[in-house]
């Protein structure tokens, strides 16, 4: 279309062109939004390795003589605050990008409706707008924009950590009816002892987490609320095993099981200590981080510690994934909004033509097979908390000469690893107490 001759709906280049702004093919539309959003993570990761400072301060009028603090006379070292600035101004471009196409997309019920060219086609353009919102963002003046920006990030990072959770739910839920189906069709005690060596392999791992959590986090006459959320979180990781293998459970969910409880347990484990890393008590945290202008000039200025760089490895593993999922698993569709669309097909097949050539297929045109909206929110708690954790959860201290967490990140993690629990507890258990709905 668009008098493109050479051009081949589904094609690479079209892909990166208006040219074809009638084909449609829900994976490759996630996936190429996915790749903005990946691509943008990795601007903002260069923002932040060590040497990029001296760049960046390079742009005009971002760092002059330091940064000016609104009501305070203080100025802040462009060392420490220019990569933060950075990581801010890049999160918030890609926040502005995402929420204006969920603005776009809200009720586009198929590929029928104009709208959907827009969200499946046009690809140059929305690059550019993409470059041009980060640009403009630079410009931003300093004032109180950090600080408002990060308590968005906080809510908007909450909301990605339950996302991700539920999408570990459906990873496991696919994964486990997968093996179990390989099963059936043969080999069944290898592939049962596959499941079964994985399972182990999450609770040992979650379990040794644990005792590193105590160990290392804790203190004999100190760090009562590390004990008790430590403690806490063992307990519910437990009921939620225990709920996930109950016969009532098994019959309305046979494919519930086990598998999906260990990740759960392991993830969970994994927010604990995430959420310790930014207790600002030292004894209680032994891995705090402390950016500030005393940092000697000849040390590299460290902006991630362990638990941040497990936590990049997983929001590239569900953000892929988010793109990818073709999930049959109720509960979970409903909680992703994915559940109108699921009896058609959303593979990426495309149709061979007379001239052998493969052409893209239209597999929304009845109904879509996600919700637009609701992807790109996704996509914008995913910038947030992209943000979040590429600069630590960390704010200027009160005199803005050093850059330190403080509490409430460490509650915002811990409420979120509750509500996931709650929320995973809930696919369980719905099935049972709604015996009036239809899970199937």
């Known amino acids: 279309s668009g008098g493109a001759a050479s051009c081949l709906c589904g094609s690479a280049p079209c892909l990166l062109s208006s040219c074809c702004p009638s084909a449609y093919n829900s994976t490759v539309t996630r996936l190429a939004f996915s790749f903005l959003l990946l691509l943008g993570a990795l601007v903002s990761v260069f923002m932040v390795l060590p040497g990029m400072e001296t760049q960046l301060k390079k742009i005009p009028g971002f760092c002059v003589d330091g940064a000016s603090i609104p009501f305070s006379d203080n100025k802040v070292d462009c060392d420490v605050m220019v990569g933060y600035k950075a990581v801010y101004r890049m999160c918030f471009a890609m926040a502005c990008f995402f929420f204006l196409f969920s603005i776009i997309m809200i009720r586009v019920r198929s590929s029928k409706d104009p709208r959907a060219s827009i969200q499946n086609g046009f690809w140059f353009f929305k690059i550019l707008i993409l470059i041009g919102i980060a640009v403009g963002a630079f410009f931003i003046p300093d004032g109180m924009f950090t600080t408002v920006w990060y308590y968005f ?79 806490l979180n063992l307990l519910f990781c437990i009921i939620v095993s225990i709920v996930s293998i109950l016969p009532k459970v098994q019959e309305a969910q046979p494919s519930s099981g086990l598998l999906q409880a260990s990740l759960i347990t392991l993830y969970t484990m994994y927010i604990t200590w995430s959420a310790m890393t930014n207790n600002p008590n030292r004894k209680c945290n032994p891995s705090l981080l402390t950016i500030g202008a005393t940092v ?20 590239l593993f569900c953000t892929l994934y988010a793109s990818l999922r073709s999930s049959n698993n109720a509960a979970v569709n409903k909680l992703m909004l994915t559940d109108e669309g699921q009896g058609l097909t959303a593979d990426y097949e495309a149709a061979v033509g007379d001239d052998g050539v493969r052409r893209a297929v239209d597999n929304e045109e009845e109904v879509v097979t996600y919700n637009y909206t609701f992807f790109h929110l996704c996509l914008l708690f995913a910038s947030l908390h992209i943000m979040m954790t590429l600069t630590n959860w960390y704010l200027p201290d009160s005199d803005y000469q050093y850059m330190r967490t403080a509490m409430p990140a460490v509650w915002v993690k811990i409420c979120s690893s509750w509500l996931g629990l709650s929320i995973y507890l809930w696919t369980l258990v719905a099935p049972v107490i709604l015996t009036n709905r239809d899970f199937s």
């Open 153 to 231: 990030g906080a809510v908007g990072s909450f909301c990605f950590i339950i996302i991700q959770l539920i999408l570990l739910v459906d990873f496991a839920h696919s994964w486990n009816q997968s093996w179990l189906q390989r099963a059936e069709d043969g080999n069944t005690k290898g592939w049962f002892a596959a499941l079964l060596s994985f399972t182990i392999l999450h609770y040992v791992l979650a379990f040794t987490s644990l005792v590193l959590l105590y160990v290392f986090y804790t203190q004999p006459d100190d760090c009562t609320e590390h004990k008790v959320v430590i403690s």
């Open 296 to 315: 000697p000039p000849h040390e590299a200025i460290q902006w991630w510690d362990a638990s941040d760089a497990v936590g990049l490895g997983i929001f």
